[in-house]
T-cell receptor, first 114, second 109 residues
């Protein structure tokens, strides 16, 4: 599968624990986006990278969230001290160039905080 | 930031009829407008997109129209089939994508 890959697919964690998700974009794509989606809602922008540079971060994003893309390839999204409200589907997408060329989504990581 | 509104939230049509979903956006600088289809438990899949220098684009049974002056764009699906049943999201983009809240389309056989 040469598409966007996300791991794990599902994660159940206890409130207060830290979790980390990984996204492997399509290899030639230099832009990588993270979104969060809750039931019945559209994807909500979290942050995006161009190569290894994090260019924008949502103002709604708590300081408990951090993302990295150290070598401009895969990216990780970490949530510290998880809360029940963090339960959602976390989607990663990648594109080549700025928004305009198609963004392809991964299958997402479903986080459940209990 | 950008605000994208999408209507209706739910839509039921008889098989063979047409379906229309409408979106408005707020940032006049947005220049790219993709539409995604998401089936239950699956990733959003791009079905059609349009750039701001184009007014209309068609791909078989799917078409998208864009009115830059009014800042709205629409998805048109003709000759609907049961497999078109899904949630559809519009998005507007400049540097990154802002999504509408989705339309749950049900095609009744």
């Amino acid at each position: 599968d040469t598409g966007v890959s996300q791991n794990p697919r599902h994660k159940i964690t206890k409130r207060g624990q830290n979790v980390t998700f990984r996204c492997d974009p399509i290899s030639e794509h230099n832009r990588l986006y993270w979104y969060r989606q809750t039931l019945g809602q559209g994807p909500e922008f979290l942050t995006y990278f161009q190569n290894e540079a994090q260019l924008e971060k949502s103002r709604l994003l708590s300081d408990r969230f951090s993302a990295e893309r150290p070598k401009g390839s895969f990216s990780t999204l970490e949530i510290q001290r998880t809360e029940q409200g963090d339960s959602a589907m976390y989607l990663c997408a990648s594109s080549f160039g700025p928004a305009g060329p198609t963004a392809f989504f991964g299958q997402g990581t479903r986080l459940t905080v209990v | 930031g950008e605000n994208v509104e999408q209507h209706p939230s739910t839509l039921s049509v008889q098989e063979g009829d047409s379906a229309v979903i409408k979106c408005t956006y707020s940032d006049s600088a947005s220049n790219y407008f993709p539409w995604y289809k998401q089936e239950l438990g699956k990733r959003p899949q791009l079905i059609i997109d349009i750039r701001s220098n184009v007014g209309e684009k068609k791909d078989q049974r799917i078409a998208v129209t864009l009115n830059k002056t009014a800042k709205h764009f629409s998805l048109h699906i003709t000759e609907t089939q049961p497999e078109d049943s899904a949630v559809y999201f519009c998005a507007s983009a400049l540097s990154q994508f802002y999504f509408g809240t989705g339309t749950s389309l049900t095609v009744i056989p």
